[in-house]
């Protein structure tokens, strides 16, 4: 469903708050309404200039605001579109054209897949070749002044391949864009990470950070990040999981698998908040592909 918010639901939400009734209620009936939870939290967050954390299942609910959403707010209502499998009739394998890929894990909130056997073993083994001669400290993308620098937070190093830049690649380009229905202009260049040990990705979100004053400079190639596909290229032997701490869950490397979240909008109720908790022994080789909300050039 395509759900968008209104001036009209954007009042709702004032005069339920007005009226006492606390934001989760709020979201709460706008979840029985059939709006989609994250919409209707964007849309709380957005109205109250709150955050919130969407209730558990089952959560107690002290009192109820009206369900009188105007039919009028809801009907034009949409959400952004996404990359995302196409999982309906929840099917445990997918077609990734030149690849039958493994669903292994799902979550709702935040939005994320865990694939088995996204790449072969020899994909694995080709990347990390092709980019081990070009492995450099890894730096991050500063928001405050749109440019890049080293981070204690990421010890870890790495490289970029640019996009098609070689055969393995616009091989692999091609069965995310096919996997997440998301076309190939809108990635960015695979990066290739490689940890050794005691070297980690303290949590951060992947999007940018629209309060940051290089955020706009940053987002005029291609609009925000809307998703992050992490790739492990091998496995290494403790630590080194993929931590998303606000669900508690993290994502242990094997080689060929892949973590993947989506974030339709930047903000910290997406629950995307991740790390790349420290390796222990061993090294930890991914390749990450950030998808963008439009054609990045
Ligand atoms: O290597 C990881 O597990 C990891 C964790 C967090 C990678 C990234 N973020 C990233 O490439 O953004
Ligand atoms: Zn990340």
Same mark, same amino acid.
């Given at each position: 469903?395509?759900?968008q918010?209104?001036?009209?639901?954007r009042?709702?939400?004032v005069?339920q708050s007005?009226?006492g009734?606390t934001?989760?209620?709020?979201?709460q009936?706008?979840?029985?309404?059939?709006?989609d939870?994250t919409?209707?939290?964007?849309a709380?967050e957005a109205t109250?200039q709150v955050?919130l954390?969407?209730?558990?299942?089952g959560g107690e609910?002290?009192h109820?605001p009206?369900?009188?959403?105007?039919?009028?707010?809801v009907a034009t209502?949409?959400?952004?579109r996404?990359?995302?499998?196409?999982?309906?009739?929840?099917?445990h394998?997918?077609d990734? #054209?030149d @690849?039958?890929?493994?669903?292994?894990?799902? $979550?709702r909130r !935040?939005q994320?897949?865990v694939?088995g056997?996204?790449?072969?073993a020899?994909?694995c083994?080709?990347?990390i070749?092709?980019?081990?001669?070009r492995m450099?400290?890894s730096?991050t993308?500063?928001t405050?002044?749109?440019g890049?620098?080293?981070n204690?937070d990421?010890?870890s190093?790495?490289?970029?391949?640019?996009?098609?830049?070689?055969?393995l690649v616009?091989?692999?380009?091609a069965r995310?864009?096919r996997l997440?229905n998301?076309?190939?202009?809108h990635?960015?260049?695979l990066?290739?990470l490689?940890y050794r040990?005691?070297a980690?990705?303290?949590?951060?979100?992947d999007?940018?950070?629209p309060?940051e004053p290089?955020?706009?400079n940053?987002t005029?190639?291609? #609009?925000q @990040?809307?998703g992050?596909l992490?790739?492990? $290229?091998?496995? !290494?032997?403790?630590?080194?999981?993929?931590?998303?701490?606000?669900v508690?869950?993290e994502v242990?490397?094997?080689?060929?698998h892949?973590?993947?979240?989506?974030y339709g909008?930047p903000l910290?109720?997406?629950?995307?908040l991740?790390g790349g908790a420290?390796?222990l022994?061993?090294?930890?080789?991914?390749a990450?592909?950030?998808l963008?909300?439009r054609?990045?050039?």
């Open positions: 469903m395509v759900q918010v209104t001036p009209e639901l009042r709702w939400i005069a007005r009226a009734f934001p989760a209620s709020v979201l009936a706008m979840t029985d309404a059939g709006w939870e919409v209707a939290l964007e709380l109250l955050q954390t969407p209730q558990a299942p609910r002290v109820s009206r369900s009188d959403l105007a039919e009028g707010a209502a949409t959400s952004p996404l990359p995302h499998p196409d999982l309906r009739g929840s099917p394998r997918v990734a #054209g @690849r039958i890929v493994d669903v292994l894990v799902t $979550l !935040p994320l897949v694939f056997n996204l790449l072969s020899a994909e083994e080709g990347l070749d092709a980019a081990r001669p450099s400290r730096l993308v500063e405050q002044t749109g890049e620098a080293l204690a990421r010890t190093h790495g490289m970029f391949f640019r996009r098609g830049e070689i055969e616009s091989r692999l380009e995310i864009a997440l998301w076309p190939v202009s990635g960015e260049g990066q290739v490689h040990p005691g980690e990705y303290k949590p951060h979100y999007y940018f950070d309060r290089g955020t706009a940053i005029r190639r291609g #609009g @990040r809307v992050t992490v790739m492990y $290229l091998n496995e !290494p032997e403790r630590g080194g999981g993929t931590t998303f701490p606000d508690g869950l242990l490397p094997q080689r060929g892949a973590v993947f979240f989506a909008q910290p109720s997406t629950q995307t991740h420290p390796v022994a061993g090294d930890k080789w991914v990450t592909k950030w963008r909300e054609e990045f050039t």
